[in-house]
């Protein structure tokens, strides 16, 4: 800390009590109670109940729910699987986009062209990414599988799991790239110029400045990204996992968001469904605190 | 060791031409200073010496070998930047050692040359420093530090001292020629700062616009500028200017505002009736009797500095508003002129520069 926190406030205003302020945060305040605590109360409170697939009878059942959670072999798997496919996402497109971002940097000619370019499939929906793919990869129609073909692979997702599990890190990967990218090439542009001369006439090839000086002085933007990462892939893979394989084949590339999905949606089990999300929500809860705690207070120099 | 030979080079971006072939040979352990303002140039020049911008024309050599196509770090060059460029996440000593480590020295051999260098620059104590911890100064002592630790032929410094405050610049102004002169290490160093200028260089390379308007020592430009832009642009206060007419068969001045000045022995033939810029320094004029006043001023600002003290004014029937028109007299420091006052003056023998009136060179 440079400064305390005193140290601005060299003149403390004081207001009268006023409506005002408090009318001016009403209309977050309002939006946050009603699209954000209560149906997190809501999913709480389910996660005690068993309501039958009408909803005509409801039991309290207190913990049950988690405990049939904590007894269920497939949760257990869609959790190492939702790990597994995080890390994996969150690796890939960490790393292709710090490479892009690492030659956008140097780039002179038609950069803001390439940039461009590069940022595009973030505004593309994630149901249209996966859809997208589903159609490159498609057994019968797909031009990959099609090309993959013809050296002999028999590419089919829709039979294969590691294929399918292949296949939604790879949406969700391309995806995520351009957000990654943009963080990565403002950290780049922010690192003074005249450090890469000094470190060029010091005698460090592109390679080496990238990993001893660049790949340094961009961690705390790589932590970020990381944190950030693993959420999206956490959580905001639904639409791609929805849109490539609905969570199949065979359970293969349910994630724990998609299984809330399934189990409460598709399975009824409201209550079982609760109780995962709120699991979910305990998840999230931890990553943010990880954020603040050691992550905002961030590697600077 | 080695030398820097400058020859020909432009630069241009897109069609836009920013240097108009410089050529200058720079001797071994010399110590050259590239001054001008802003924009015109110096550090370009500068960083294609050092291989950060592509030569668009002509040739760079060091040490007798053409570096056009030369990496930076083949060059056998060493460079301090304006704002230290010390890598952050390093402490002084790995900073220091950077570079070494990429030459493959021995363990042994960088610890040694490190050592040498902080003990040179006194930053021994700051070795296991992060940058962000030391002070302006200390920060550029180690970008020196990390220059000499390479042992290179050629130093390179672009306006080193432009962040530090006015008495620590004095200090390591002192210190880097102290230290060139020890190494004996051929330096180029830009600035627009012109004491520094003056006071570092072996040689200084005035530009102006992208051309090398002089090149030679701090001492001659200063006495015999070769253009009305150098004129102007070495010396503080700068130059006072008058444009005037050569009168009297080549005795003369008549100058514009009326007034008259003896040429005196300065050099100029057959140029009765020429138009001329004329150019005196504020140190060459003579406060005098009102009857042999080759100029009367009535002053209209005065500058006391101690040492010496400065007096602005106008002549008659000049604008008496515009201080970039007011003529300066440097007086003695207990001097005390008085603002309304009426100050008779006389240049004095040697005081006089003749300038062409359209291209502005010297006479």
Redesign the interface.
Known sequence: MLFSPGEFMLKRVHFGPSWLPFALVAPQIFITLVFFMWPAGQAIFQSFLIEDAFGLSTEFVWLDNFKDLWNDQHYIDTFSRTAFFSLMVAFFSLSIALILAGMADRVVKFATAYRTMLIWPYAVAPVLAGALWVFMFDPTLGIVAYTLDMFGYDWNHKLNGGEAMALVIMAATWKQISYNFLFFLAAMQSI?K??I????????GPA?RFW??IF??ITPTTFFLLVVNIVYAFFETFGIIHAVTEGGPAGSTTILVYKVYNDGFIGLDLGGSASQSVILMAIVIFITIIQFRYIEKKVD? | MAGVNIQNIKKSYGSVEVLHGINVDIKDGEFIVIVGASGCGKSTLLRMVAGLEQITEGDISIGGRIVNEVEPKDRDIAMVFQNYALYPHMSVYQNMAYGLKLMNLSKDEIEARVAKAADMLQIGDYLKRRPRELSGGQRQRVAMGRAIVREPSVFLFDEPLSNLDAKLRVTMRLEIRALQRRLDVTSLYVTHDQVEAMTLADRLIVLNDGYAEQIDTPLNIYEKPASEFVAGFIGSPPMNFFTGTISGNGKQLELDTGSIMQIGDYPVENSHGRNVRIGVRAEKFAPCNKDEAELVLNVAAVETLGSETLAHGFADNTDSNDFNNSIVVKLAGDARPVVGEVLPVRVMPDGLHLFDMENGKRI
């Open positions: 003074p005249s450090l001369e000094a470190s060029a006439i010091d005698g460090a080496r001893t000086i340094p002085l120099y």
